[in-house]
């Protein structure tokens, strides 16, 4: 199974930022623990590339991917960490024809059809609809869905368990991603059981819509 289907496998992809990469494994073991084997970890922090080396060389079976990633060098250093894929909120072409040239999975962030079709264009039929529900949410998803029918969607940005239904009924939706099961705050405060327990949640109310 490749990167992508084992995302669509797990349905949700917490979207986490670090201030300390001490955080990352016992994060990482958390995740694991709680039946969500994927982590996306964001360089909005100094300590992201950090923090994906710490996962790849203490954590096995997690499927560790680098978000919010703008540059080529935070790909090479996402990569050289041990990242399996890259999230991007934007559509970059640099970024994103770089990962295509060196078969890296991508998910590139678009939010209307002009995306889609740059992302169509380079062979990427998955992209992340960033962010979801400031762009049009649910309906805009729909509407976009109509024209292109290989093309499946990662909506992030304003998902939480609250609307978590309405996504993962959207058939071309083939993960959610957002930060509600890995509060920044409860991670820096140390705070994993309750990390943990939000993560279950989210999973169990995933697997209830998509068994
Ligand atoms: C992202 O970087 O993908 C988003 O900021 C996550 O959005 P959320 O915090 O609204 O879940």
Partial sequence: MNVLEQLGKNLLVP?????SADSATP????????????????FRTAAAGAAIRSISRD?????LGAGTVLTVDQVKEAMDAGAMFIVTPGFNPAVVDYCVEQRIPITPGINNPTGVEAALARGLSVVKFFPAEASGGVKMLKAMSAPYADVRYVPTGGVAAANLAEYLSVPTVLAVGGSWMVPADKIKAGDFEAVGALVREAVSLARSLRP
């Fill in 15 to 19: 979207v986490i930022k670090l201030e």
């Fill in 27 to 42: 994060l990482a073991e958390t995740l694991l623990a709680s039946g969500l084997p994927v982590a996306e970890i964001t």
């Fill in 59 to 63: 954590v096995s079976d997690v499927l």
